[in-house]
């Protein structure tokens, strides 16, 4: 429960400060629109004064087209790799759905399940649809494509992407 409290308190954290952040560089970008004077001069003995603007280089920070639930996946995600490295209450969680051999399976192939997850995460970035069947799908081809047989894959896809569920609501 902690951990959910962490990750939606950090979810929060990350938004508010990519809004905010969004919002100055905003308006900093439409201050740089400084007017500057140029004196000029002609063959009369009087000068004439004329402001002009100087056009102020506006970037665009990244956009990301997967919205606050493709963040809050990937943050999932991370969390779900660390936890595979080090253990704790996520992993227990991916575990307490596997049956005694494909927890085996799963220990002792964890480099063939963080590929896959890393390509799980540079998918979301496309991803039009972020629903659990669908990571569940599409994770499962990832592992097969890691090398994970299809007896194994399924359930291990399963497992994360009610993993990831449960960590993001």
Do not use: C, H
């Amino acid at each position: 429960m902690r951990n959910k409290i962490f990750i939606v308190t950090l979810a929060g954290v990350f938004g508010f400060s990519s809004v905010f952040m969004t919002g100055v560089n905003s308006v900093s970008a439409a201050s740089n629109n400084t007017p500057i004077v140029q004196k000029e001069t002609s063959t009369t003995t009087s000068s004439t004064i004329t402001p002009t603007t100087q056009n102020a280089q506006i970037t665009q920070q990244e956009a990301q087209p997967y919205g606050i639930k493709g963040f809050l996946v990937k943050q999932a995600i991370k969390i779900i790799k660390v936890a595979i490295d080090k253990g704790g209450d996520v992993l227990n969680y991916i575990l307490k759905w596997f049956d005694e051999d494909t927890a085996k399976y799963f220990k002792n192939n964890k480099n063939k399940v963080v590929k896959a997850l890393d390509d799980l995460e540079n998918w979301v970035d496309d991803a039009s649809d972020l629903a659990q069947s669908t990571i569940k799908t599409k994770l499962n081809s990832l592992l097969m494509a890691a090398g994970v047989p299809g007896t194994y894959s399924l359930p291990i896809a399963d497992a994360i992407a009610r993993t990831i569920t449960w960590l993001i609501l």
